[in-house]
């Protein structure tokens, strides 16, 4: 009955392949989003999408792209992954776009 | 451009005693405010949030007071534990209406038993 869900909980993975990370929501909410946590525990807003809509699209470089196939589902895929793409990255849903982030567990992605 | 400022980044107290965390924002049209308590390999969770027609909130140990004209709002926690020993961040809404909320730098609170 978790509300919101990521997998992998790890990965590592070696420079210049490509991951995945899915993630998933169970409280009926309209907007899933991506979050880039830093070394430095900064938290950073990469996506957002409403309705599987994109409707936030911070300045990500292009190797990062999102897919919402349905309201309750946001995907992350990296190509060509870089040293300084090491990071927690986390989803988080909302309603309507407004009010209280909901955050998944996480995904700690260490590139070598 | 939207911004969030947290202090301080570290804060140290004994147990018991009472810590304050705060915020400043820049984006004067920002509504919502929330407050996440992050533990050591957990998700953020919300912890109390407070909307722009309020000017205080509490919910048992913990409150947050806004000053909208200052644009500055504040974390109180009282009686602290051991347990509330965390990073915690604070965020503001932006003005765009998309959901999209700026954190601060957060702040690691460690209460001494």
């Known amino acids: 009955d978790t509300a919101v869900s990521q997998t992998p909980k790890y990965l590592v993975t070696q420079m210049g392949n490509d991951k995945s990370i899915k993630c998933e929501q169970n409280l009926g909410h309209d907007t899933m989003y991506w979050y880039k946590q830093d070394s430095k525990k900064f938290l950073k807003i990469m996506f957002s999408?409403?309705?599987?809509?994109?409707?936030i699209n911070e300045t990500v470089p292009n190797r990062f792209s999102p897919k919402s196939p349905d309201k309750a589902h946001l995907n992350l895929h990296i190509n060509s992954l870089e040293l300084g793409d090491s990071a927690v990255y986390f989803c988080?849903?909302?309603?309507?776009?407004?009010?209280?982030?909901?955050f998944g567990p996480g995904t700690r992605l260490t590139v070598l | 451009g939207e911004n969030v400022e947290q202090h301080p980044s570290t804060l140290s107290v004994q147990e018991g005693d009472s810590a304050v965390i705060k915020c400043t924002y820049s984006?004067?049209?920002?509504?919502?405010f929330p407050w996440y308590k992050q533990e050591l390999g957990k998700r953020p969770q919300l912890i109390i949030d407070i909307r722009s027609n309020v000017g205080e909130k509490k919910d048992q140990r913990i409150a947050v007071t806004l000053n909208k004209t200052a644009k500055h709002f504040s974390l109180h926690i009282t009686e602290t534990q051991p347990e509330d020993s965390a990073v915690y961040f604070c965020a503001a809404s932006v003005s765009s209406n998309t959901g999209k909320l700026i954190f601060g730098q957060g702040t690691t609170l460690q209460v001494k038993p």
């Open positions: 988080a849903s909302s309603q309507e776009g407004r009010g209280a982030l909901y």
């Open positions: 984006d004067s049209a920002s509504n919502y």
């Open positions: 999408y409403n309705n599987k809509e994109l409707i």
